[in-house]
């Protein structure tokens, strides 16, 4: 399984040996006078108080599940605690746990979930589905303290049910892990096409549950546009939606279900749109002499008929941390080095950006795409750095979230917020924040890093991902990090652009939520709360604001001196 | 305005003096002996009931919307009393008005329809939302007839807000219709591209209630697809969308409005996503060896990169009515003869299938796609016709309704029915559903008609869209056409097809909903219902069926003999 302390498996972390630019460019930055270390506590130092038992559910429950399919077991029931949210891993490697649940259970099918959820609803014991556990914004975190509280990993639904074809469909468990899932599709020759930055360790069910982007969503859309059908286990009954290609029946129950976040029910079986796993893969760097010339490159790319699957775009700041991560002489840095060398002198570009492209289909489709976009890219000023780059790169993409862990033990404080707007408004709104974020810096007194780069593309706007860090302010961690989540959130807010692209809502953006979605928006989603969960069991305090969450989840994890560890609170 | 006894406008009617051949082929093919003449009445005789009046709800409103904005004369409320499905028009061509509302309104701003749905709110007076009245499922109909009913003509509101070219996005007023939508756009140099077959006569607002498709939805999507963000006015509140590319906050609030018809409130704008309008467009017809040659053919090009804007292929009998709707010696039919003759004699082509491909784009787009098409179809054994075929179908492919009308003045039973299935049964729904229906004709001893062209495609299925007749059964009409009705429809439900693709629910479809959308996805729509409109004000009796809605719907009806005239039982 993952780290208790950090992200992804026990068997890795990031490697620095390799990169000598890289701590002392972050060092630089971030003016890291002395670096203070600040190592997780050991294992052995955090206690989780005995569980909360609701007799009557395990005795409902137990006669049905095998004694293997539940454990309240202190790793795992640490495991299941929280997700990977900068406050999660501070806390925990503190030793903090607020609350963890009173018991892991391991539903093997659809109707083991069906009779864990129709017991929870009779019993009033709470449930917190959990896929990867990769969530950063406090999505699987228990909360609710007077109840019993089951996590349900979903880990052993992981099958491939069926696959058509003709029709491009695949039935699969929603505990599926992005690995397990693509392997199963790419050995009969299919590929779901979703590579979210979290694909190693995060799930199907986690992704639908979130309205998940992945890498090629701008070949495959986001996962919401994947879907077909769905199965979803609420405590008034299993919604069971068609696989059906489209449909004008209503209202598309399928999207009340996508984004929900475990706070209506549980997803066990999605039906998703495949394809043909594509033969040939063309994968480049391009530096363009600015963010805002690769921009207007991109916008062209995509008014054009034809696009390509995957692009990436890092500003000039996050462009200057990828070249400060060079492995000296090989890959990635030490070609775009050397090519970057000559075009500094050959054309004066001082400050550039770098794109990857992505383009994958058979090798007549990649070649003129190719051709196509090596034109547009030019055009704009772009230079190809070839596809060593983007090869490196690509084995690279999943390593960045092993990067915190390691500034982390270095006291420093590490987030980042994607968002999206409308294309008039990307490169205003891309100013405006990063300009916010380094007045704020300045303000504090810890001059801090904020990049940014633009991660999917629609017709009608972009995604951008921003990436900030400084120094912890000591002792006052908690409220430092709401300090700038707060302000970053409602620089987008007010500025056009979404509260989450991708990350979805969980307990960190629930403040927002009715701006985002109106007052009477917020309302149609409470009646969907109340109708399908009327006991309040599912999830509960995640997505759906209570009166000025925010403020209560500050008071909640109780700031930095307030909050006693582990041992002393969690349970009842 | 429109007919109140027909399709579209009164000066339009379906001109059958230029085709000879095609009478004379529907009566012989559904074996009419001899033509029985059914005209609808006249007008004046036709009285409506006095309008019921909610004096308090009158004052409410009257206070702030100009006199000219309302209206209860009897020719306004007779056109509001029902859509264009065939027994609303079997109905009124009997001068037969189940219930017409009380009073018309017609909003001008979003403004007033807050004030309207406030106050209908508060002193408990139902609505209907009105668009161009195309609906045929029954549902602008009003059914209340215990509280006064208001329709909302949303005829006014019909401009388009504001254009931003560099993001694609449109902001437009719902009640614009199809014509003076895409004007507008045009003279900007956009277009919205969604064309349905009412496309003339029906508005943007319905469109988006009833999750409509138009005909180049293989190229921009149905309309789902296009809504970046809207407004709906709720009894509890405007529900007001982002204008955001993208977001992972919750459940998707867009999509509980797409598709509502009216049954949780009144859409008022829609900020829409759009394209430049494509300077050139190239529609041809192909003829294929049969259907099954040309699914093949359609199926290789949905699963290419690229796929034209449109796809139309008609089936053996479709293609039969087409060629008899012939205009000798000119035009569509005259040149298909020709070509068909010379095929049918080169290559023993006995039972044919056309289609109608259209690609659009720049000159270079359409270039490359007409090339790469044409290969494509002559793999599969296409033949092309050429673009006089295809410019000849563009030019007449809003006209077929007004047939439908011609066919009523003769005693014939006329209905459509669409539904969507995956790529791996398309074949076999359109078999089991052609065979089914021709058994259950003969079975009644009435020889009919049933056709099928496949309208709309996607990477996992089409949309097949059948059209039947038959002779009325003296005296039985609404029962013989109730009949075909639920037999059709549960061909598709039990066969693995959709409820509806693009027609929508209203009263018609209302009982299979429990079955398409399970039981625990109805009750998330009733939670909806109940949540946003806890009166049940909104546009009742649609969408959301109550126990055993077909039976209660064809018993309100009253079949032939029991359901007495308009001016003796509306209103109360």
């Keep these: 399984m993952m780290k208790w302390w950090g992200w992804g498996s026990p068997d890795y972390e990031f490697r620095m040996d390799n990169k000598p630019h890289l701590w002392p460019w972050i060092a630089g930055t971030l003016r890291l006078e002395k670096v203070r270390m600040a190592k997780p506590v050991r294992r052995e130092e955090i206690r989780l108080p005995p569980p909360i038992k609701n007799e009557a559910f395990l005795r409902a429950v137990s006669g049905s599940l095998k004694s293997e399919q539940w454990t309240s077991d202190e ?27 009173d018991l892991v259970v391991y539903p093997e099918r659809h109707s083991d979930v069906e009779l864990i959820v129709r017991e929870a609803h009779r019993h009033g014991v709470c449930l917190v589905p959990f896929g990867g556990g990769t969530n950063i914004v406090g999505g699987v975190n228990p909360s609710e303290t007077s109840k019993m ?153 995509v008014m054009s008929p034809e696009h ?113 707007t409308v294309w008039s408004n990307v490169l205003t709104l ?43 302010e000591p002792g006052r961690e908690l409220e430092q990090y709401y300090g700038f989540k707060r302000f970053i959130t409602e620089l987008f807010v007010k500025n056009g652009a979404a509260l989450t692209h991708h990350h979805a809502v969980g307990t960190e953006h629930r403040p927002w939520m009715k701006e985002e979605l109106s007052e009477a928006g917020l309302a149609a989603l409470q009646a969907l709360k109340t109708g399908l969960d009327p006991q309040g069991i599912c999830n509960p305090g995640k997505l759906i604001p209570e009166s000025d969450a925010f403020k209560g989840w500050v008071q909640e994890v109780g700031g930095n001196g307030a909050a006693p560890r582990a041992k002393e609170t969690a349970g009842k």
Tied chains: 1, 2.
Excluded at 85 to 97: C, E, H, K, N
Excluded at 379 to 394: E, P, Q, Y
Aim: net charge positive; proline share 5%; charged share 20%.
């Design 308 to 420: 390509p699957n995957l692009i990436r775009l890092q500003d000039e700041w996050e462009t200057e941390l990828a070249f400060n991560m060079k492995v000296p002489k090989t890959g990635f840095v030490g070609f775009i080095e050397r090519q970057f060398k000559k075009i500094l002198k050959a054309r004066g570009y001082s400050r550039p950006a770098i794109m990857i492209a992505g383009i994958e289909g058979d090798a007549a489709h990649v070649k003129r795409m190719r051709s196509l976009t090596a034109k547009l890219w030019k055009k704009h000023g772009g230079f190809d750095l070839g596809t060593s780059v983007g090869a490196t790169w690509a084995q690279d993409k999943y390593n960045l979230p092993y990067l915190r862990d390691y500034v982390m033990d270095r006291s420093c404080m590490v987030d980042v917020a994607e968002t999206s």
């Design 75 to 101: 790793d795992q029931r640490l495991l299941h605690s929280y997700g990977k949210s900068y406050p999660d891993l501070f806390l925990v490697r503190q030793g903090r746990v607020r609350r963890a649940p």
């Design 430 to 472: 891309h100013k405006k924040v990063t300009e916010g974020m380094k007045a704020r810096f300045a303000s504090e007194g810890r001059p801090g890093f904020v990049g940014c780069h633009l991660s999917h593309t629609y017709k009608t706007g972009a995604c951008l991902y921003f990436t900030y860090a400084c120094e912890q």
């Design 149 to 301: 509280v089951v996590t349900l990993n979903m880990a052993r639904m992981n099958r491939v049910l069926s696959l058509d074809h003709e029709s491009n469909l695949a039935v699969i468990e929603a505990g599926a892990l992005g690995p397990k899932l693509e392997k199963d599709l790419q050995a009969k020759g299919y590929s779901l096409g979703h590579f979210p930055d979290s694909f190693e360790v995060s799930s199907l069910g986690g992704w639908v549950a979130t309205r998940s982007a992945g890498m090629q969503s701008d070949a495959y859309g986001k996962i919401e546009h994947m879907v077909v059908a769905l199965k979803m286990v609420t405590p008034s009954g299993t919604i069971s939606t068609r696989a059906i290609p489209a449909s004008s029946a209503g209202p598309d129950i399928n999207h009340v279900m996508i984004g929900s976040e475990g706070v209506l029910g549980v997803i066990t079986e999605c039906t998703m749109r495949v394809h043909p796993a594509p033969p040939v893969k063309d994968y480049r760097g391009i530096l363009f002499p600015s963010f805002a010339k690769g921009l207007a490159a991109i916008h062209e790319s």
